[in-house]
């Protein structure tokens, strides 16, 4: 059972571009969550999903920023348009249904814009 | 005031030593996490707990819910340990992670 699966690792961009992030949740798992960490700050939630839904995005920036979690495939964050205030480290986490289970992380995409 | 605070932020310790990391919360949860970062960015999940105590290894995590407040600790430290460990609580009004700052952690040899 792989763990969550984050890709790709290291994503660079040139400012106006699009950034596509995909998580893979473990198996079994039907609830996804992202995360970001700007350098030098702490993990900042963004969204919850679950399969076909958006559960909570009040974490998303307004604009540029969405978020789907299809009813096959992974769960895709994207960023239109990116600025340099963009570049962060985002994290996915999965968890199985239920309430009160425990996440687990990906190992993050860490997107550069230049 | 933050509602997930740890002691203390940074800690040096040598090869072998017993270390201690706490966390305090103010707001009602329905679990907590410890979770390690190591440098490159990963995050791995350590423990989730709700109460008394749990054991992996050389790391232990305790929470005391009445004073809201979680330690973890790592026995016979060993550089691979260097990290930055992270707690954070799921509230109990809803599914939302909140962060401490983080406490980094250097082991030498």
């Known amino acids: 059972n792989a763990g969550v699966m984050q890709n790709p690792r290291h994503l660079v961009r040139r400012r106006g571009q699009e950034a596509r992030l995909r998580c893979s949740p473990m198996k079994g798992h039907s609830h996804v969550y992202w995360y970001r960490q700007l350098p030098e700050e702490g993990l900042k939630f963004m969204v919850y999903?679950?399969?076909?839904?958006?559960?909570?995005e009040s974490g998303m920036p307004k604009e540029r920023f969405s978020a789907e979690f299809p009813k096959e495939g992974p769960s895709i964050l994207r960023i239109q348009q990116v600025v340099r205030g963009d570049s962060a480290a985002y994290f996915c986490?999965?968890?199985?249904?239920?309430?009160?289970?425990?996440?687990?992380f990906g190992q993050g995409t860490r997107l550069t814009v230049v | 005031k933050n509602e997930v605070e740890q002691s203390p932020q940074n800690l040096t310790a040598q090869e072998g030593e017993f270390i201690t990391i706490n966390c305090s919360y103010s707001?009602?949860?329905?679990?907590l996490h410890w979770l390690q970062q190591h440098p490159g960015g990963g995050i791995v999940s350590l423990f989730m707990?709700?109460?008394?105590?749990k054991k992996h290894g050389r790391l232990i995590a305790t929470i005391n819910i009445q004073e809201k407040h979680s330690s973890l600790h790592i026995t016979a430290s060993h550089p691979r340990d260097s990290a930055v460990y992270i707690c954070?609580?799921?509230?109990?009004?809803?599914?939302?992670?909140?962060w401490g700052a983080g406490t980094k952690l250097i082991i030498k040899p």
């Open positions: 707001v009602g949860i329905s679990a």
């Open positions: 954070a609580v799921t509230m109990d009004s809803n599914y939302q992670l909140i």
């Open positions: 986490a999965s968890s199985p249904p239920g309430d009160n289970t425990e996440a687990f």
């Open positions: 999903l679950q399969k076909e839904n958006i559960i909570d």
């Open positions: 707990l709700s109460s008394g105590k």
